[in-house]
């Protein structure tokens, strides 16, 4: 089993930034694909972004790029989502995600992960 604990969620003006942080419980965390997903009212799980076990590879979703950064700290078993330019349309629930196996074409595909955390509230007022 994989426990996965966000923080960093808040409430936050239009333009602010914000950092989310997700702590994992596996020992090799760092040989495992880390994403974020988020989910606004009445709305599906969106993809947000993906950073693959070596680091280097990452992914975005269109509505991010440009504005978020994930990054992973493979010592302390943690992954983040720095979050500039924030828009009330990024108001949501984000999720930290990890996969045992994912191949790279699906790195955007949540019913693909299947460790979650439990959420962090991000609230953008205009």
């Known amino acids: 089993q994989v426990q996965l604990v966000e923080s960093g969620g808040g409430l936050v003006q239009a333009g602010g930034s914000l950092r989310l942080s997700c702590a994992a419980s596996r020992r090799t965390f760092g040989s495992y694909p880390m994403g974020w997903f988020r989910q606004g009212p009445g709305q599906e799980r969106d993809f947000v972004a993906t950073?693959?076990?070596?680091?280097?590879?990452?992914y975005y979703g269109d509505s991010v790029k440009g504005r978020f950064t994930i990054s992973r700290d493979n010592a302390k078993n943690a992954v983040y989502l720095q979050m500039n330019s924030l828009k009330p349309e990024d108001t949501a629930v984000y999720y930290c995600a990890t996969a045992t196996s994912l191949l790279y074409r699906d790195y955007d595909d949540a019913t693909k992960y299947n460790y979650w955390g439990q959420g962090t509230q991000v609230t953008v007022s205009s």
């Open positions: 950073i693959m076990w070596t680091g280097g590879i990452t």
